[in-house]
């Protein structure tokens, strides 16, 4: 399975906008991009996903690169409650539609 | 709407004791099922996954075993618990009437094994 890789933390200041980075230099052409989040005791969340076409949605925009080897969450104006770690995944499309999570990067919003 | 329940919240068990802990879907038919283990501070390890009824995929070789005797319903089992089994149990689903790229998970067990 193809990798990502991003930092392990970040800091932002609140009403700020964070951008999060994901490496994924052997992504693949069928491979779909994932952004999940996990707040503090509670089950991974969906935040976002994309292909090749940059991506908007109500929680976040999602900034792929033109080569799809690196990606870049977009949170416009952070708060506190989106403090949490955030999981960048590739996944391609099979009868499992397996998710495979790595460390993620654990943001922290200070006010 | 769509409803996943996991139960119990919270459970500690001796070592060596069995463990079973249950996973329902509401409001979706035929979903694709998964669970998932984190570790304190870590991620979230795969450990089965269902695309049906009696259809069980394992990611990792383990003393646990899952079953899935209703369309809905996704049951993780032991019949003896080690202490690394210990972590945050996450259940998911994906497809159904949802979106089919989407998972969405449960609100999780907390096993502690003693």
């Known amino acids: 399975d193809?990798?990502?890789t991003q930092p392990n933390s970040m800091e932002s200041n609140e009403e700020e906008p964070v951008h999060l980075p994901c490496n994924h230099s052997t992504i693949s052409g069928t491979?779909?991009?994932h952004w999940y989040r996990q707040l503090p005791s509670q089950g991974?969340?969906?935040v976002i996903h994309g292909l090749t076409s940059n991506v908007n949605n109500r929680m976040a925009s999602l900034a792929i690169a033109e080569d799809r080897k690196?990606?870049?969450l977009i949170l416009h104006r952070a708060t506190l409650r989106d403090a949490a770690v955030y999981y960048c995944i590739l996944r391609a499309y099979n009868a499992g539609n397996m998710l495979?999570?790595?460390?993620g990067t654990r943001l922290m919003v200070k006010p | 709407s769509q409803t996943i329940h996991q139960w119990p919240a919270t459970l500690v068990q001796p070592v060596g004791s069995p463990l079973s802990l249950e996973c329902t879907v509401e409001?979706?038919?035929n979903p694709n099922l998964y669970w998932y283990r984190q570790a304190a501070g870590r991620g979230l390890q795969l450990l089965f996954y269902s695309v049906g009824i009696g259809q069980i995929s394992s990611e990792v070789p383990q003393n646990l075993s899952a079953s899935r005797p209703q369309d809905r319903?996704?049951?993780l089992s032991s019949k003896k618990l080690l202490l690394s089994d210990s972590g945050f149990y996450l259940c998911a689903w994906m497809g159904g009437r949802m979106r089919r790229d989407t998972q969405y998970f449960g609100p999780g067990t907390r096993l502690t094994v003693l």
Do not use: C, L, N, R
């Not at chain 1, 495979?100 to 460390?103: A, D, E, P, Q, R």
């Open chain 1, 31 to 33: 491979d779909y991009i």
């Open chain 1, 2 to 4: 193809a990798k990502t």
């Open chain 1, 100 to 103: 495979t999570f790595g460390g």
């Open chain 1, 44 to 46: 991974p969340e969906y």
């Open chain 1, 70 to 72: 690196s990606s870049t």
């Open chain 2, 73 to 75: 319903q996704f049951i």
């Open chain 2, 27 to 29: 409001g979706t038919s």
